[in-house]
């Protein structure tokens, strides 16, 4: 807590008992002379301690530039209570801190009220208030206000004087006895008197501990003036120092100027020496270049014939291995068509050795009807099939090809996911251009980071919907989900067939399948 927040929660005179607690007479006069409130010496000096205060917290009230002043000399006196209560927890606090008395009676009240104020714990701070405001009040209470003072029983505050003795009315009885009347006010002059001494005597201590303090104050502003004389001696001896140093500074930048420009001549002949050596090496080197240029010339003629000779020769003989080469390239091409041709024959051969058998009444029927196909291609299972295991991509043209063979083709789906940094625009025109009917979705990203994207359910819906004009369902993907598809296939009375990977596909869903044809070297490119 701040002075600032201090004076918005304490009345005036609370705030100043406090500040009587926690600061001396010497204390107050540094924050007088500090803050400009009373900067002449001699009128601190004649100033009670109890003026001085009321002073000081007028203009903490008044004057907010001052509060910082304060708080940081408020702070360095209760350096050690507020290490202490920092290091302490609440319940500590509560339990040490509990009542004011035996604080103000260590003559700790001050500082450590000080500590918890400025506490950032919100409830030590406010037990710092309490405790503060419990002391006050008690301190405050009728039983402990102290007696008036002399001056302020006779006169006004600056009447310092003793007060003219009332005159006594004392009647002389016979035998040197007084009346009743008498002697009553003989006893109450006499105490009075006991009491007024006794209050003359306090302000003499007073006066005597101000005394000392401006005695103590004194000789520390005779050693200060002292420290000052002595400082002042050095200072005019540094001066002369410094005279002289300065002179020979002078005289040394006169002397080093002399020579930069001694040593510019220097160093711009030896830059002109170092010209000249390098201009007369490289003249040197130049000629010696010229030389093996020459020589190499010479040589380089004779080899360059050489070369253009073989050069000749290496043509003529590439151009025959060209030609070569196109007439086995043509030779290979025709014998992969026929290879594939007989491939296709033979797999049809397996697929009808494969198909139940057909009573002999419908099998001249069958002869004649073309099997409709349905094919659909899970891309993105392939591609990354092909990648993870070969490094390679699936020839989706040549896998269309291949897995119809003779049979009617009455669709074909291939389904992909849009990836966004992947463009994909040429290789979707290429399959459209080829008979696929393009199925697309972009890839979409969760909240934590990861992606979804698949066509899985998509394939289904189209599968079944398309299924009673089918005859065969070629599906080209090895992921298990597909099993359930597949029996659904079957139970329609539909050959389901599976093209995929060997090392990626669902054991369950190859044996579901009424054919699995593996995809090979001859597919990947």
């Given at each position: 807590?701040?002075?600032?927040?201090?004076?918005s929660?304490?009345?005036?005179e609370?705030?100043?008992?406090?500040?009587?607690?926690?600061?001396?007479?010497?204390?107050?006069?540094?924050?007088?002379m500090?803050?400009?409130?009373?900067a002449?010496?001699?009128?601190?000096?004649?100033?009670?301690?109890?003026?001085?205060?009321?002073?000081?917290?007028?203009?903490?009230?008044?004057?907010?530039?001052?509060?910082r002043?304060?708080?940081?000399?408020l702070?360095k006196?209760?350096?050690?209570?507020?290490?202490?209560?920092?290091?302490?927890?609440?319940?500590?606090?509560?339990?040490?801190?509990?009542?004011?008395?035996?604080?103000?009676?260590?003559?700790?009240?001050?500082?450590?009220?000080?500590a918890?104020?400025?506490?950032?714990?919100?409830?030590?701070?406010?037990?710092?208030?309490?405790?503060?405001?419990?002391?006050?009040?008690?301190?405050?209470?009728?039983?402990?206000?102290?007696?008036l003072?002399?001056?302020?029983?006779?006169?006004?505050?600056?009447?310092?004087?003793?007060?003219?003795?009332?005159?006594?009315?004392?009647?002389?009885?016979?035998?040197?006895d007084?009346?009743?009347?008498d002697?009553?006010?003989?006893?109450?002059d006499?105490?009075?008197?006991?009491?007024?001494l006794?209050?003359?005597?306090?302000?003499?201590?007073?006066i005597?501990?101000?005394?000392?303090?401006?005695?103590?104050?004194?000789?520390?502003?005779?050693?200060?003036?002292?420290n000052?004389?002595?400082?002042?001696?050095?200072?005019?001896?540094?001066?002369?120092?410094?005279?002289?140093?300065?002179?020979?500074?002078?005289?040394?930048?006169h002397?080093?100027?002399?020579?930069?420009?001694?040593?510019?001549?220097?160093?711009?002949?030896?830059?002109?020496?170092?010209?000249?050596?390098?201009e007369?090496?490289?003249?040197?080197?130049?000629?010696?270049?010229?030389?093996?240029?020459?020589?190499?010339?010479?040589?380089?003629s004779?080899?360059?014939?050489?070369?253009e000779?073989?050069?000749?020769?290496?043509?003529?003989?590439?151009e025959?291995?060209?030609?070569?080469?196109?007439?086995?390239?043509?030779?290979?091409?025709?014998?992969?068509?026929?290879?594939?041709?007989a491939?296709?024959?033979?797999?049809?051969t397996?697929?009808?050795?494969?198909?139940?058998?057909?009573e002999?009444?419908?099998?001249?029927?069958v002869?004649?009807?073309?099997?409709?196909?349905?094919?659909?291609?899970?891309?993105?299972?392939l591609?990354?099939?092909?990648k993870?295991?070969?490094?390679?991509?699936?020839?989706?043209?040549?896998?269309?090809?291949?897995?119809?063979?003779p049979?009617?083709?009455?669709?074909?789906?291939?389904?992909?996911?849009?990836?966004?940094?992947?463009?994909?625009?040429?290789?979707i025109?290429?399959?459209?251009?080829?008979?696929?009917?393009?199925?697309?979705?972009?890839?979409?990203?969760?909240?934590?980071?990861?992606?979804?994207?698949?066509?899985?359910?998509?394939?289904?819906?189209?599968?079944?919907?398309?299924?009673t004009?089918?005859?065969?369902?070629i599906l080209?993907?090895?992921?298990?989900?597909?099993?359930?598809?597949?029996?659904?296939?079957?139970?329609?009375?539909?050959?389901?067939?599976?093209?995929?990977f060997?090392?990626?596909?669902?054991?369950?869903?190859q044996?579901?399948?009424?054919?699995?044809?593996?995809?090979?070297e001859?597919?990947?490119?």
């Amino acid at each position: 807590m701040t002075p600032l927040k201090l004076k918005s929660n304490l009345q005036r005179e609370q705030l100043m008992w406090f500040l009587a607690l926690v600061l001396n007479e010497r204390d107050i006069f540094r924050l007088l002379m500090q803050t400009n409130i009373l900067a002449d010496p001699d009128r601190l000096y004649s100033t009670s301690k109890q003026e001085l205060l009321s002073r000081l917290t007028n203009a903490l009230f008044k004057h907010s530039k001052i509060d910082r002043i304060v708080a940081e000399h408020l702070s360095k006196k209760a350096e050690a209570a507020i290490a202490r209560v920092g290091y302490m927890v609440i319940d500590e606090i509560h339990t040490f801190f509990k009542s004011p008395g035996p604080l103000i009676e260590s003559g700790e009240f001050g500082e450590v009220v000080w500590a918890l104020l400025i506490d950032p714990r919100e409830d030590v701070h406010l037990h710092g208030y309490n405790l503060l405001k419990t002391a006050y009040d008690n301190h405050n209470h009728p039983s402990n206000v102290p007696p008036l003072k002399y001056h302020q029983l006779y006169g006004s505050e600056e009447q310092h004087d003793l007060p003219d003795k009332p005159a006594l009315n004392v009647s002389i009885k016979s035998g040197n006895d007084l009346s009743v009347e008498d002697e009553d006010l003989k006893n109450i002059d006499r105490e009075q008197l006991q009491q007024d001494l006794t209050q003359l005597k306090a302000e003499f201590n007073s006066i005597k501990k101000k005394n000392t303090l401006l005695r103590d104050h004194c000789e520390f502003l005779i050693q200060e003036n002292d420290n000052l004389k002595s400082k002042e001696g050095t200072h005019q001896e540094n001066r002369k120092q410094v005279v002289s140093l300065q002179q020979e500074n002078q005289d040394l930048h006169h002397k080093a100027s002399q020579f930069d420009e001694t040593n510019a001549s220097l160093l711009q002949l030896e830059s002109e020496n170092r010209k000249l050596v390098a201009e007369n090496q490289e003249i040197v080197t130049q000629l010696q270049e010229l030389s093996d240029i020459k020589s190499a010339k010479e040589v380089f003629s004779v080899e360059l014939k050489m070369v253009e000779e073989a050069v000749y020769k290496k043509y003529q003989a590439l151009e025959q291995i060209k030609t070569d080469f196109d007439t086995h390239f043509d030779l290979i091409e025709r014998s992969y068509t026929a290879s594939q041709k007989a491939l296709n024959q033979i797999r049809n051969t397996v697929n009808l050795i494969d198909s139940p058998q057909l009573e002999f009444g419908e099998s001249e029927q069958v002869e004649d009807r073309i099997d409709q196909v349905g094919v659909f291609v899970d891309v993105q299972n392939l591609f990354y099939a092909a990648k993870d295991r070969y490094e390679r991509r699936v020839d989706l043209i040549k896998l269309l090809d291949l897995i119809v063979g003779p049979r009617q083709l009455l669709t074909a789906f291939a389904y992909i996911v849009q990836i966004p940094k992947i463009k994909q625009s040429n290789f979707i025109s290429l399959l459209e251009h080829n008979g696929y009917t393009i199925r697309s979705k972009d890839l979409r990203l969760r909240g934590d980071g990861s992606a979804k994207g698949d066509w899985d359910v998509g394939i289904a819906v189209d599968v079944v919907s398309m299924l009673t004009s089918l005859d065969v369902v070629i599906l080209a993907s090895g992921d298990g989900d597909f099993c359930p598809l597949a029996e659904l296939i079957k139970q329609q009375h539909k050959r389901i067939e599976v093209v995929a990977f060997e090392h990626n596909t669902s054991m369950d869903l190859q044996a579901v399948a009424d054919q699995f044809f593996p995809i090979g070297e001859e597919l990947l490119m």
